[in-house]
């Protein structure tokens, strides 16, 4: 199983951008995905969340102004960031909850892509 974010870049403060994430391999099940963000010299912190009956999980810091959803079909996960701060910079990571066939349940992570607003 892999997990491909994309949409990362550079933006001004108070812009938006687009994040997708496509979990692809020997998929049966996927569960929950989501989205982690690690600022340099902080830990790694809930973004948000989406389940598969659509219910949404935000961290405090950006709830109102970035919105996750989920086409199952396709198995990707979208991240709407609007309004960004300088605070949002950081590396976003891609993360589902997935049964492959013939295996278990797992949390799997994708590399990661570069989110930076610039002031």
């Known amino acids: 199983v892999q997990l491909q974010a994309s949409g990362g870049g550079l933006v ?3 812009g938006s951008l687009r994040l997708s994430c496509v979990a692809s391999g020997n998929i049966c099940q996927i569960n929950s995905m989501g989205w982690y ?5 902080k830990q790694r912190e809930l973004v948000a969340t ?3 009956d659509a219910s ?5 810091s950006v709830k109102g102004r970035f919105f996750i959803s989920r086409d ?4 990707t996960v ?3 960031m609007n309004s960004l701060k300088p605070d949002d910079t950081g590396v976003y990571f891609c993360t589902a909850y997935i049964l492959q066939y013939f295996s278990a349940w797992k949390d799997y992570w994708g590399q ?3 989110v930076t607003v610039s002031s």
């Open 72 to 75: 199952s079909d396709k198995n």
């Open 37 to 41: 963000r690690q600022a340099p010299g």
């Open 78 to 80: 979208f991240l709407q």
């Open 56 to 60: 949404t999980n935000y961290g405090d």
């Open 50 to 52: 989406i389940v598969s």
């Open 12 to 14: 001004q403060a108070g």
């Open 112 to 114: 990661g892509t570069q």
